[in-house]
Protein backbone atom coordinates (compact mmCIF):
# COMPACT_ATOMS: atom_id res chain seq x y z
CA UNK A 1 0.00 0.00 0.00
CA UNK A 2 1.49 3.34 -0.90
CA UNK A 3 1.75 6.33 1.67
CA UNK A 4 -0.22 8.44 0.21
CA UNK A 5 -3.07 5.83 0.79
CA UNK A 6 -2.30 5.86 3.83
CA UNK A 7 -2.45 9.60 4.32
CA UNK A 8 -5.17 10.07 2.43
CA UNK A 9 -7.65 9.29 5.52
CA UNK A 10 -6.32 11.54 7.71
CA UNK A 11 -6.23 14.73 5.54
CA UNK A 12 -10.36 13.60 4.75
CA UNK A 13 -10.40 13.18 8.97
CA UNK A 14 -9.57 16.63 9.25
CA UNK A 15 -11.41 18.25 6.14
CA UNK A 16 -14.70 17.12 8.01
CA UNK A 17 -13.32 17.91 11.17
CA UNK A 18 -13.23 21.66 9.58
CA UNK A 19 -15.98 21.71 7.89
CA UNK A 20 -18.84 23.58 8.61
CA UNK A 21 -16.50 24.77 11.78
CA UNK A 22 -17.06 28.10 13.15
CA UNK A 23 -13.75 28.24 14.57
CA UNK A 24 -10.35 26.62 14.60
CA UNK A 25 -7.21 27.49 16.84
CA UNK A 26 -4.17 26.08 16.05
CA UNK A 27 -1.44 26.13 19.14
CA UNK A 28 1.74 24.32 20.36
CA UNK A 29 1.42 22.07 23.27
CA UNK A 30 5.28 21.16 23.56
CA UNK A 31 5.87 21.00 27.31
CA UNK A 32 2.54 19.76 28.90
CA UNK A 33 2.66 17.55 31.42
CA UNK A 34 0.33 14.40 30.75
CA UNK A 35 -1.86 16.19 34.31
CA UNK A 36 -2.20 19.24 32.26
CA UNK A 37 -2.58 17.47 28.87
CA UNK A 38 -5.82 15.31 30.44
CA UNK A 39 -7.21 18.54 32.20
CA UNK A 40 -7.35 20.48 29.05
CA UNK A 41 -8.83 17.42 26.77
CA UNK A 42 -11.36 17.38 29.67
CA UNK A 43 -12.19 21.11 29.59
CA UNK A 44 -12.49 21.01 25.80
CA UNK A 45 -14.44 18.00 25.32
CA UNK A 46 -17.03 19.07 27.98
CA UNK A 47 -17.59 22.53 25.88
CA UNK A 48 -18.19 20.56 22.25
CA UNK A 49 -14.34 20.80 21.59
CA UNK A 50 -12.60 18.88 19.23
CA UNK A 51 -9.09 18.20 19.97
CA UNK A 52 -6.62 16.74 17.89
CA UNK A 53 -2.64 16.40 17.72
CA UNK A 54 -2.18 15.80 13.75
CA UNK A 55 1.07 15.82 11.15
CA UNK A 56 1.55 19.21 10.30
CA UNK A 57 1.53 18.06 7.13
CA UNK A 58 -1.68 16.61 6.91
CA UNK A 59 -2.88 19.91 8.28
CA UNK A 60 -1.20 21.62 5.33
CA UNK A 61 -3.18 19.59 2.91
CA UNK A 62 -6.27 19.20 4.41
CA UNK A 63 -6.61 22.91 4.14
CA UNK A 64 -5.56 23.61 1.45
CA UNK A 65 -8.49 25.79 -0.76
CA UNK A 66 -10.49 26.11 2.40
CA UNK A 67 -10.98 28.98 5.00
CA UNK A 68 -8.37 27.61 7.17
CA UNK A 69 -6.03 27.87 4.53
CA UNK A 70 -4.35 31.02 6.63
CA UNK A 71 -3.19 28.76 9.27
CA UNK A 72 -0.46 27.22 7.66
CA UNK A 73 2.55 29.53 8.21
CA UNK A 74 1.50 28.66 11.98
CA UNK A 75 2.08 24.90 11.02
CA UNK A 76 5.88 24.01 12.46
CA UNK A 77 6.84 22.31 15.62
CA UNK A 78 4.22 20.45 17.50
CA UNK A 79 0.80 21.29 16.62
CA UNK A 80 -2.85 20.31 17.92
CA UNK A 81 -5.61 21.79 16.52
CA UNK A 82 -9.14 22.43 18.39
CA UNK A 83 -12.09 22.71 16.70
CA UNK A 84 -15.55 24.01 17.56
CA UNK A 85 -18.61 23.75 15.16
CA UNK A 86 -20.86 25.72 18.05
CA UNK A 87 -19.70 28.29 19.88
CA UNK A 88 -16.89 30.63 17.63
CA UNK A 89 -15.44 31.99 21.11
CA UNK A 90 -14.67 28.93 23.00
CA UNK A 91 -11.59 27.30 21.83
CA UNK A 92 -9.51 30.60 22.08
CA UNK A 93 -11.66 31.86 25.38
CA UNK A 94 -10.64 27.92 27.05
CA UNK A 95 -7.09 27.27 25.69
CA UNK A 96 -6.53 30.92 26.66
CA UNK A 97 -7.43 30.57 30.03
CA UNK A 98 -5.71 27.31 30.28
CA UNK A 99 -2.38 28.51 29.30
CA UNK A 100 -2.85 31.48 31.95
CA UNK A 101 -1.71 28.59 34.19
CA UNK A 102 0.04 25.87 32.15
CA UNK A 103 2.81 28.71 30.47
CA UNK A 104 3.70 25.55 27.84
CA UNK A 105 0.73 25.83 26.15
CA UNK A 106 1.20 28.65 23.02
CA UNK A 107 -1.64 29.58 21.18
CA UNK A 108 -0.37 30.15 17.59
CA UNK A 109 -3.38 31.44 15.50
CA UNK A 110 -6.82 30.85 14.57
CA UNK A 111 -9.73 30.95 12.18
CA UNK A 112 -13.00 32.32 13.55
CA UNK A 113 -16.19 32.60 11.72
CA UNK A 114 -13.81 32.54 8.33
CA UNK A 115 -11.37 35.74 9.77
CA UNK A 116 -7.88 34.84 10.83
CA UNK A 117 -6.41 36.10 13.55
CA UNK A 118 -2.53 35.90 14.94
CA UNK A 119 -1.63 35.12 18.53
CA UNK A 120 -2.30 38.45 19.45
CA UNK A 121 -5.84 38.54 18.38
CA UNK A 122 -6.52 34.72 19.21
CA UNK A 123 -5.99 36.40 22.86
CA UNK A 124 -8.34 39.05 22.03
CA UNK A 125 -11.09 36.99 20.83
CA UNK A 126 -11.13 34.39 24.00
CA UNK A 127 -11.77 37.85 26.26
CA UNK A 128 -15.19 37.57 24.67
CA UNK A 129 -17.85 35.84 26.40
CA UNK A 130 -19.64 32.96 25.19
CA UNK A 131 -23.32 33.35 23.46
CA UNK A 132 -24.89 32.23 26.57
CA UNK A 133 -22.97 34.87 28.53
CA UNK A 134 -23.96 37.71 26.30
CA UNK A 135 -27.75 36.81 26.04
CA UNK A 136 -27.82 37.00 29.59
CA UNK A 137 -26.55 40.36 30.24
CA UNK A 138 -28.47 41.47 27.35
CA UNK A 139 -31.74 40.28 29.08
CA UNK A 140 -30.07 41.34 32.43
CA UNK A 141 -29.71 45.23 30.97
CA UNK A 142 -33.45 44.88 29.77
CA UNK A 143 -35.18 43.53 32.32
CA UNK A 144 -33.50 46.02 35.00
CA UNK A 145 -35.37 49.21 33.47
CA UNK A 146 -38.52 47.59 33.74
CA UNK A 147 -37.64 46.28 37.17
CA UNK A 148 -37.02 49.91 38.39
CA UNK A 149 -40.09 51.38 36.98
CA UNK A 150 -42.43 49.11 38.47
CA UNK A 151 -40.72 49.47 42.19
CA UNK A 152 -41.50 53.70 41.59
CA UNK A 153 -44.83 52.71 40.39
CA UNK A 154 -45.39 50.58 43.33
CA UNK A 155 -43.51 53.34 45.73
CA UNK A 156 -46.17 56.32 44.04
CA UNK A 157 -49.25 54.06 44.66
CA UNK A 158 -47.97 52.83 48.22
CA UNK A 159 -47.28 57.03 49.19
CA UNK A 160 -51.01 57.48 48.00
CA UNK A 161 -52.40 55.12 50.41
CA UNK A 162 -53.57 52.94 47.86
CA UNK A 163 -51.93 49.39 46.76
CA UNK A 164 -50.84 48.18 43.68
Not at 22 to 33: E, I, N, P
Not at 74 to 84: I, K, Q
Request: hydrophobic fraction near 40%; avoid cysteine.
Amino acid sequence: MAKVELKKPIVEEISELLNGAQSAVVVDYRGLTVEEDTRLRKQLREAGIVYKVYKNTMINFAVQGTEFEALVPHLEGPTALAVSKTDATAPARILFNFSKDAKALELKAGIVEGTYYDQKGIQVIASIPSREELLSKFLGSIQSPVTNFARVIKQIAESKGETA
